[in-house]
């Protein structure tokens, strides 16, 4: 009964596959993330979209490309991915804006279990 | 560099036992604090937010030290199902007033009977 859906929640893919992961949220929010979680680490924030646009990237490789069509979609694009990439992948979404009562709750979506071959 | 740090334990305590968190921020403009939870292989789901009046609900409560830079949460009459991992959660601001949440390697919490 999430209001953030991802899919797909599993995926195996190879080295040279190009595959994309997509969220989608229902709450009318207006910002939107992805994280990383691997085993034993903390969760790593990705990118940031607020109001569709990329307001953060952490440090990530271009072989991870995000894309954010609308507020309430947002999409991974993977594409020559290393074996040490696999791990959960989690979206979130946010009413993002600082300056009124609203204090940038996160609601994640299941997460996509992704394991590179 | 910005860093929220908390002791990963494992806490592994008896049901009804008190037990606390604490969890130490370094950006001192942060502007929100959240301890969120977590299960095994599920997404993390908020569990409360932190208030600098300190705040409850039910058996557990949150502080707030803006002067020291850490946030606490104290579970009391510990249940089984108390066990997963806590995350302490802060948000920064971003430019255009969006918010940046920095997440804590969490916290795991053991309740056996």
């Known amino acids: 009964e999430t209001g953030v859906t991802q899919t797909p929640r599993h995926l195996v893919m190879g080295m040279t596959n190009k595959k994309s992961l997509k969220c989608e949220q229902h709450?009318?929010?207006?910002?939107m993330y992805w994280y990383k979680q691997s085993a034993k680490k903390p969760l790593e924030l990705m990118f940031v979209y607020s109001l569709e646009e990329r307001v953060e990237n952490n440090s990530v490789p271009s072989r991870f490309s995000p894309e954010c069509p609308n507020s309430s979609h947002l999409f991974l694009h993977l594409h020559t991915l290393q074996p040490e990439d696999s791990a959960l992948y989690l979206c979130?979404?946010?009413?993002?804006?600082?300056?009124?009562?609203?204090?940038?709750?996160?609601?994640f979506g299941e997460g996509s279990r992704l394991t590179v071959l | 560099r910005k860093e929220v740090e908390q002791d990963p334990g494992p806490f592994n305590v008896p049901e009804g036992a008190t037990v606390a968190f604490n969890c130490t921020y370094s950006n001192s403009a942060s502007q929100s604090f959240f301890w969120y939870r977590q299960d095994c292989r599920k997404e993390p789901k908020l569990l409360m937010s932190?208030?600098?009046s300190g705040n409850e609900d039910g058996r557990f409560t949150a502080q707030l030290n803006r002067a020291s830079q850490y946030i606490s949460l104290l579970i009391r009459d510990s249940k089984l199902s108390d066990s997963a991992t806590y995350l302490c959660?802060?948000?920064?601001?971003?430019?255009?007033?969006?918010?940046?949440?920095?997440f804590g390697r969490g916290t795991s919490l053991i309740v056996h009977p």
């Open positions: 709450l009318g929010h207006n910002a």
């Open positions: 932190v208030y600098s």
């Open positions: 959660v802060v948000n920064e601001r971003a430019s255009g007033g969006s918010y940046i949440p920095t």
């Open positions: 979130a979404s946010s009413q993002g804006t600082s300056g009124d009562a609203n204090t940038g709750e996160l609601f």
